[in-house]
Every structure is written in C-alpha cells, then in structure tokens.
C-alpha cells in the first residue's frame, strides 16, 4: 500500500505541474488589445501634404477607406503591432474646404483619424 501511496503522489504532483505549465502558456495568450493613433485630427492648407503618423498597437489593424476618397492615401493601409504610416493628402482646387473621418480598425477597436484641408493658404474649417 505504501508503493501505491507514493506512486499516487507522484502522479498528482505530476498533474499540478502540466496542469501549471499549460496555464502559463495559456495565459500569455490573452492580452488587452491596443490601438491608438499619435494624432486624431490633422488640419491642413489647400497644398499637397506629406505627413507622418504612427500607430501605436498589440493587434491586427487597418484603416478603412472608402474608395471614392481620392484625395487621401494611406500607406501602409494595414499593419500588425506599432508602425509609422505615411498620409499623402492632394491639393485642395476645388475652392471649397473638405473633410474626411477615416476609420482605424483591429477586431475589437476603433479610432477615428480625421482629415480636414482648407481651400485656401491658411487652415479654417467652414
């Protein structure tokens, strides 16, 4: 009885310690998700624009652009972690100021990147 006693113990303590070693492995798997933009709003005059942002992240994400959008790229458009993205934003001839909200998306997240150029030299929103 004694033998079985310790092979019973043994094979408990071996259970604890998978039992363990799957947790910690399990655990590191989960995280908060994190996505944040350096800047949320960006104002500008009607010249063309070559602008820096970065996008701070854990996570999958990507900017959703809607394809009529011309005046605006993004690049990259998508990413996975941290990266810097370059905005490219055209001339503004039209004489009139416009505006776009674009969208930055993970899975579970949402930030709002808005884009505002002025029809004119100096940076007014109508």
Avoid at 22 to 31: Q, R
Avoid at 81 to 87: E, L, N, P
Avoid at 95 to 107: F, I
Wanted: glycine share 4%; proline share 2%.
């Amino acid at each position: 009885m004694g033998s079985t006693k310790k092979v019973l113990v043994a094979f408990l303590a071996a259970v604890a310690v998978i039992a363990a070693a799957s947790c910690v492995t399990s655990c590191e798997k989960y995280f908060l998700p994190s996505l944040e933009l350096s800047q949320e709003t960006i104002l500008v005059n009607k010249a063309s624009q070559e602008l820096s942002l970065v996008v701070n992240s854990n996570v999958i994400w990507s900017f959703d652009i809607d394809k009529q959008i011309q005046w605006v790229t993004v690049t990259p458009a998508k990413g996975e972690s941290t990266a810097t993205v370059k905005i490219h934003i055209e001339a503004n001839d039209s004489g009139a100021a416009r505006s776009v909200t674009l969208p930055l998306k993970s899975e579970t997240l949402q930030r709002d990147l808005r884009i505002v150029q002025s029809a004119d030299d100096g940076l007014t929103e109508n």
